[in-house]
């Protein structure tokens, strides 16, 4: 059995936060989809713990061991999990300034599972307008859906909604064709090609 990695980036300032709870959900219902095929390691990344790590550094090799570390797992994801909360129509600031350091090839036909939270549904389509297309810069496989939560969706740190349940479902549903193929056909990506 091959080893696969899935990863999830939480860029959430706070903890706990309904963004880290969504991720870990969407990287759970992964997991648990491809456990039966491959040996499947799970990481969170919370950049609510790390956030300092990041937020003094201009280059990546101004980057802490941590911040490093960090990065590395990230650029070497089988499947990456990136939730934010939205701030003012896009993803907060560090996720963003922690995705500048990300090598421009690591991630090359990685599928990204993109997800966020906000107050209410007038942010959702930051997901399409911010999120999406950050990692078609860096030529991801983002996968077909996407899964957006309201504050309300959440109850004592737990997804309450049962339409948000739903969406989860039927998002990972939708996107293990593509995780199982990118998975049968991948091969690092030399940097500069």
């Known amino acids: 059995m091959v080893t696969v990695s899935l990863v999830a980036v939480s860029g959430s300032l706070q903890s706990p936060s309904r963004s880290s709870v969504l991720a870990r959900d969407i990287l759970t219902a992964y997991a648990d989809a491809l456990g ?38 990230i650029e070497s994801a089988s499947l990456l999990v990136v939730a934010s909360p939205v701030y003012r129509a896009s993803f907060t600031g ?39 297309p950050l990692f078609a810069f860096f030529q991801s496989l983002t996968l077909p859906l996407a899964v957006y939560a309201r504050d309300t969706d959440f109850t004592d740190g737990r997804i309450a909604s049962a339409a948000l349940r739903d969406r989860l479902e039927l998002t990972v ?21």
């Open 36 to 73: 039966d095929e491959h040996l499947v390691t799970t990481d969170v990344i919370e950049l609510s713990e790390l956030g300092r790590e990041f937020s003094g550094a201009l280059r990546r090799d101004e980057l802490s061991v941590r911040a490093e570390e960090a990065l590395r797992r």
């Open 94 to 132: 560090l996720f963003k300034h922690v995705f500048d350091f990300v090598d421009q090839y690591a991630l090359v036909d990685t599928p990204v599972q993109l997800a966020a939270t906000g107050g209410s549904d007038r942010h959702a389509l930051a997901l399409e307008h911010q999120f999406r």
């Open 173 to 193: 549903r939708r996107g293990l064709p593509s995780v199982r193929a990118a998975l049968a056909t991948s091969s690092p990506v030399a940097a500069g090609v």
